[in-house]
């Protein structure tokens, strides 16, 4: 009896998950992020969905995009080109390099006007043609967040969202809210210099899955973990929406 009533509950979750935006992709389209993987339902970073990524300043604009060009670079690793959308142009696009990201691959929007930005963003989510659109817009309501889901769920795009100082951080459609924080880097094999870039990644929100925290560094191509995953107890979690 209990095999049956489990048995009747997966195939629930397997019917359910393709309806709140976790639709399976080819296996050459899997990002493969390990540990942050099982914090997923379908333990796959879900592709063809929007992310947001929420900030309190430069510093961790920064570093959200760092950990954004991590996943970028083996997304398009093989074919695909991106659409990147701001109202600062703070971007070095031949840092990008080092992501394994061809800037040239790479088409950058400035805009100074939130209601263009959010065209813009809705616009090129509905591309099928690109791989990923990352936008800087630090307001999003439901409503456009639902916009952007409805979007990607046709063209499988994936969108990233980052949100520099929101004045509201009410809930959104979005599969997954993120806080990412830069940690010290250390220099490697005890070389003088600049380490590798590390950071604090937070998984504050995730539909259907688990938050967690992750300490994890970017170096040769791959993020690599500095300690375990430490889940977030539902009551440890924190207030953003």
């Known amino acids: 009896m209990h095999s049956a009533k489990h048995h009747i509950i997966a195939q629930l979750q397997r019917e359910i998950l393709p309806l709140q935006g976790f639709k399976p992709l080819p296996e050459k389209l899997v990002i493969g992020l390990g540990e942050i993987d099982r914090a997923f ?6 592709l063809g969905a929007v992310h947001e ?21 083996k997304l398009m ?5 991106a659409i990147w959308i701001s109202s600062s142009a703070t971007i070095f696009a031949p840092a990008l390099r080092s992501f394994g990201i061809d800037p040239g691959k790479i088409i950058f929007v ?3 006007n939130q209601k263009e930005m959010l065209w813009a963003m809705e616009e090129a989510l509905k591309c099928e043609g690109l791989t990923a659109v990352i936008g800087e817009i630090p307001e999003l ?9 409805l979007a990607v769920e046709q063209s499988r795009v994936t969108g990233f969202i980052i949100r520099n100082n929101p004045r509201k951080l009410d809930i959104t459609a979005c599969i997954s809210r993120w806080q990412v924080s830069s940690l010290p880097s250390a220099p490697d094999n005890n070389m003088p210099g600049v380490g590798f870039p590390r950071w604090n990644v937070e998984l504050l929100k995730v539909r259907n ?4 925290s992750w300490q994890l560094e970017y170096a040769g191509g791959n993020f690599r ?15 953003t929406g």
């Not at 339902?41 to 879900?46: I, L, R, S």
């Open 225 to 239: 973990y500095l300690t375990n995953i430490v889940p977030l107890l539902s009551g440890q979690q924190r207030k």
């Open 110 to 112: 400035d805009l100074n």
């Open 141 to 149: 309501n439901f409503t456009f967040s639902r916009r952007f889901q």
């Open 77 to 81: 690793k093989n074919h695909g080109a």
């Open 53 to 73: 990524f929420i900030c309190s300043g430069a510093e961790t604009v920064s570093a959200s995009g760092g950990f954004i060009a991590g996943i970028l670079g």
């Open 209 to 212: 899955g688990k938050p967690g």
């Open 41 to 46: 339902p379908n333990y796959a970073f879900p």
